[in-house]
């Protein structure tokens, strides 16, 4: 079966009560830090074996040991720190309030050889088992991440300048320590990891575009440098090793930041040398099919985020299946997957809706694509 599956996930998964109670403790000095891991592991172990029951392939831990879903991986990295900004999280969610919590630069960039989520992974690739049909994927946010904190988004307090009087250096690094990630988790047996995203879909709204005119940066060149940046940290990428990408437009607890389709971005996003594209298509924010008409690689796959994480009510089934064929238009249907727009808690919070809406929603997914493929 060629990754991204037919029927496929972006990755996290509504956290347990368990695991958030755990949480509270921990905070609260109620428990050591190896008990909430004792009980995270318990957790996943369950997780695994859900995953299993509804036909996902690609098993994932459901990023039950995060609080996000790119700052707890940004923070391990060298020369980035985790801090609460005094004017609060630098976007806007509509619908939900964000934790008043961020990343900045605070010295040159390296991979964290010791990052905590190498040890993560080893204990899900050991919970899912080698051999069989299931593999282990792994996410993490994707180098552009910082780019968007330090340039695109900055509350004017980067120290970026002092540190990298190059912004070319800046880029470099970037790029080192991702293709640095990749080959850490391909030598600890990952051929599955995707980047997650929202600085595309930044860059395709109207409204951010706009303010980043207003402080003279031109959008499509900043569309051009995050190309360049992902293509140097793919580069050296084993020939066995699938990398996707997800590009999101905000999901926490079912609240969204950005709206705008992928037209102004897609001959820049589709330039990029990922295996596959997980595209979000659940509301009219994200647009048409048309943009995908820049797709070029028959060797990856578009998976269309038909079936939305937010809400528990399931969508029309024909409805979907007109929708996969209208972008068979532009793509093979054996170059097309499907999968929910979003994880379903890409914060600890998690979406409006139940574990067993959760997995109505993956079951759906794969009652489709029997229909169709």
């Known amino acids: 079966m060629q990754v991204p599956y037919t029927v496929d996930h972006v990755g996290s998964f509504l956290r347990p009560a368990r695991i958030k109670q755990a949480r509270h403790d921990l905070q609260q000095g109620l428990i050591a830090k190896d008990e909430l891991r004792q009980i995270e592991d318990e957790e996943i172990l369950k997780l695994?074996?859900?995953?299993?029951?509804?036909?996902?392939?690609?098993?994932?831990?459901g990023e039950f040991r995060r609080g996000w879903w790119h700052i707890d991986f940004l923070e391990n990295l060298l020369g980035i720190e985790g801090y609460v900004p005094e004017a609060g999280y630098n976007q806007n969610f509509k619908g939900a309030a964000v934790p008043s919590y961020n990343i900045r630069v605070v010295d040159k960039i390296a991979f964290n050889p010791n990052h905590p989520f190498l040890a993560d992974f080893t204990f899900l690739k050991e919970a899912v088992g080698n051999g069989g049909v299931h593999q282990v994927k792994a996410t993490i946010p994707s180098p552009t991440m910082v780019l968007r904190q330090e340039v695109l988004a900055n509350d004017g307090?980067?120290?970026?300048?002092?540190?990298?009087p190059n912004i070319e250096d800046f880029y470099a690094d970037l790029a080192k320590t991702y293709g640095d990630a990749i080959q850490a988790f391909y030598a600890l047996g990952c051929r599955y990891l995707q980047f997650d995203d929202t600085n595309w879909a930044f860059l395709a709204d109207a409204s951010k575009r706009e303010s980043l005119v207003e402080k003279g940066i031109d959008p499509e060149k900043v569309a051009q440098i995050c190309t360049n940046i992902i293509n140097q940290a793919l580069a050296n990428k084993p020939s066995d090793m699938v990398v996707t990408t997800h590009i999101c437009r905000g999901n926490h607890a079912s609240s969204w930041i950005f709206s705008g389709g992928y037209e102004v971005i897609a001959k820049e996003l589709f330039a990029t040398n990922y295996d596959g594209f997980f595209l979000e298509y659940d509301s009219d924010r994200a647009g048409d099919f048309?943009?995908?008409?820049?797709?070029?690689?028959?060797?990856?796959?578009?998976?269309?985020?038909?079936?939305?994480?937010?809400?528990?009510?399931?969508?029309?089934?024909?409805?979907?299946?007109?929708?996969?064929?209208?972008?068979?238009?532009?793509?093979?249907?054996?170059?097309?997957?499907?999968?929910?727009?979003?994880?379903?808690?890409?914060?600890?919070?998690?979406?409006?809706l139940t574990p067993e809406q959760q997995w109505a929603k993956m079951r759906l997914l794969q009652e489709i694509a029997k229909e169709v493929w």
């Open 48 to 61: 695994v074996e859900e995953q299993k029951k509804v036909g996902i392939f690609g098993i994932t831990d």
């Open 157 to 164: 307090s980067s120290k970026l300048a002092q540190i990298y």
């Open 290 to 352: 048309k943009p995908l008409r820049y797709w070029h690689n028959p060797k990856s796959k578009v998976v269309l985020g038909l079936v939305t994480s937010k809400f528990p009510e399931l969508e029309d089934k024909e409805l979907v299946k007109e929708r996969i064929k209208e972008a068979t238009e532009y793509v093979p249907l054996e170059n097309l997957a499907i999968s929910p727009q979003c994880g379903f808690a890409s914060t600890e919070e998690g979406n409006k």
